[in-house]
């Protein structure tokens, strides 16, 4: 589904609740003229009349209806999940893997465990060490710590140390 479909879809459910074209384009922020051609192209593209059109009012059609009964939900669906993800943006939850040698872990990483777990308590951080040179992303994990100046490709590198 493209992006234009799916606003499409959105805006059909839209016109369908506020039985206005008017209304509709004004809650949207588009003009009603632009609003009529994106439904009618759509209902050109599934070869449906969702909506009937008088000059007082819209409805949808027996199709219209049941095209509603299916994207409530699934647009409901699609909103939780974007405001479940936006969540992620205060407080970020997940696992992370990382790789990291043994001198690394004592050094580096120990020191930053508790203060990092105040700071993140939904996030769990799996670790592993290997002091062996491991390609981080072919291997699976999200981060490392590697020491020297190489930098492998598709990197990004951030220093922690002076030394």
């Known amino acids: 589904m493209t992006r234009d479909q799916l606003s499409a879809l959105s805006a059909f459910l839209v016109v369908a609740e506020e039985r206005s074209f008017t209304k509709a ?9 632009a609003l009529s051609h994106a439904l009618r192209r759509l ?3 599934i070869g449906v009349r969702l909506l009937a059109r008088t000059t007082r009012s819209v409805t949808p059609t027996e199709a219209g209806e049941q095209l509603i009964a299916h994207l409530r939900p699934a647009l409901s669906d699609i909103r939780g999940a974007l405001d ?16 990291v040698p043994r001198l690394a872990v004592m050094t580096v990483l120990a020191p930053k465990l508790g203060q990092f777990a105040r700071e993140y308590p939904d996030i769990v951080l799996d670790v592993t060490t290997d002091d062996s040179h ?4 072919a291997a699976g994990f999200d981060a490392g710590v590697q020491f020297g100046e190489y ?4 990197m990004v590198a ?4 002076k030394d």
């Open 25 to 33: 384009a004004r809650r949207l922020e588009v003009s009603a003229s």
């Open 151 to 154: 930098i492998q490709k598709d």
């Open 84 to 99: 479940q993800i936006g969540q992620l943006r205060e407080r970020p939850a997940g696992r992370v893997r990382l790789l």
């Open 134 to 137: 491991v390609d981080i992303v």
């Open 158 to 161: 951030v220093r922690v140390s």
């Open 43 to 45: 209902e050109e593209r």
